[in-house]
Nanobody
Framework: QSHLVESGGGLVQPGGSLRLSCAAS????????IGWFRQAPGKEREGVAC????????MYADSVKGRFTVSRDNAKPTVYLQLNSLKPEDTGLYSCAAGSLDPSFSYCVLRYPPDYWGQGTQVTVSS
């Protein structure tokens, strides 16, 4: 069955860094835009970052701009989310999703619902 697999989460101190990876099983990630989402306990899921198929268009939530970077390596193919200057409020389950872009927006936004979701990888920022 086709699905996404995230990895790279863990426990990190405030100010630390992590790199999350998103890979596909059973389909080719090259043909999909990718969104990263996170959900903290007791809170709704929020979009964190988006990257287009070519990688030429990216989008970030205001809360992570300047600290997180989304990129993709279509040769592997894998999508990455680099998390720098982590804060306790960045704690949550990070999931990636694959799909097409929503044409209603001029910037990178995944059409809902995405075609594929991953199970997520836990990021905990704590001293």
């Amino acid at each position: 069955q086709s699905h996404l697999v995230e990895s790279g989460g863990g426990l990190v101190q405030p100010g630390g860094s992590l790199r999350l990876s998103c890979a596909a099983s059973g389909f080719n990630l090259d043909y999909y835009a990718i969104g990263w989402f996170r959900q903290a306990p007791g809170k709704e899921r929020e979009g964190v970052a988006c990257i287009s198929v070519s990688g030429g268009s990216t989008m970030y939530a205001d809360s992570v701009k300047g600290r997180f970077t989304v990129s993709r390596d279509n040769a592997k193919p894998t999508v990455y989310l680099q998390l720098n200057s982590l804060k306790p409020e960045d704690t949550g389950l990070y999931s990636c999703a694959a799909g097409s872009l929503d044409p209603s927006f001029s910037y990178c936004v995944l059409r809902y619902p995405p075609d594929y979701w991953g199970q997520g990888t836990q990021v905990t920022v704590s001293s």
